[in-house]
């Protein structure tokens, strides 16, 4: 796998109080098999799709008391540089950042306006061996209700380029705040960036929601549901494809996306 460029999401993973049961929801619901736990490292437990790493699931450290969330790291070729970078720019660095034996570096941070992220230096770990396909990360957007902060740190701290996108006439995208973040030019989308509306409870902190391609975004909500898992938004079609927003049984949120089967024009970018 070649090497992920500076700012490109590169992987994914979740701490889950019930990692077995984490396992048999994403076994269904996303395709995935897993790996033996490393007990050296916290029993990290990598998933894969058609047998490439995609993602992995981990148990909460001894006395961490956090949500299940999903986390989406950042590729960085230094990540100390980066973490000086964050804090320099009004982010904050939660963990690290730390070696994680011959795998790589990783940090945990918060940009101005709230949303975790990850940062990853890679080592023998590269990062997604798959991706862009069903059963692997797909997208990712950050969900912010102060856009202008996310939008001033980001590019200062990854090598971004951005667009805002035009909601044209379509009423549907009326008063929608939407930027797309690129590396190495605009024909190279790695993040989008979405304002908060009033439909998301006050009590949602800022986030980032990964996508996760599926080959029917119904039967995965489906599935999701039948494992207890809620639907909050969708399935919905769109240029990109038919996804929908849901969490999982134990509360981590993620959206399911079939790129497959794509509705409408493309959106324009200025």
Known sequence: MSEFPEGAPCWVDAM?????????????????????????????TQAYSDGKAVAAVVPPMPG????????????????????????ANGGEVLMGPMQ??????????????????GVWQ???HKGFE????????????????????????????FPYGAQQM???????MAGMDFKVFSVGGAGNPVLGRMKMNDDFPPEVPPYIQVYFGVPDCDDAVAKTQKHGGKLHFGPMDSPFGRFAA????QGAAFAVIDMSTT????PSFG
Do not use: H
């Open 16 to 44: 889950f109080a019930d990692v077995e049961g984490a396992k048999t929801f994403y076994a269904d619901v996303l395709g995935w098999t897993f790996g033996e736990a490393s007990s050296e490292y916290g029993n990290y």
């Open 64 to 87: 961490a008391d956090a949500p299940s969330q999903w986390c989406l790291y950042f590729a960085s070729s230094d990540a100390a540089a980066t973490a000086e970078k964050v804090t």
């Open 100 to 117: 994680v034996g011959a795998f790589g570096t990783m940090l945990i941070a918060k940009e101005p306006s709230g949303a975790v992220f």
């Open 122 to 124: 890679p080592g023998e």
């Open 130 to 157: 798959k991706m862009g396909e069903a059963g692997s990360y797909a997208w990712a957007e950050v969900f912010t209700r102060d856009p202008a902060k996310a939008d001033a740190f980001l590019p200062k701290v």
């Open 166 to 172: 035009d909601p044209g006439e379509d009423p549907e």
């Open 246 to 249: 849901v969490t999982d049984p």
């Open 263 to 266: 509705v409408g024009e493309m």
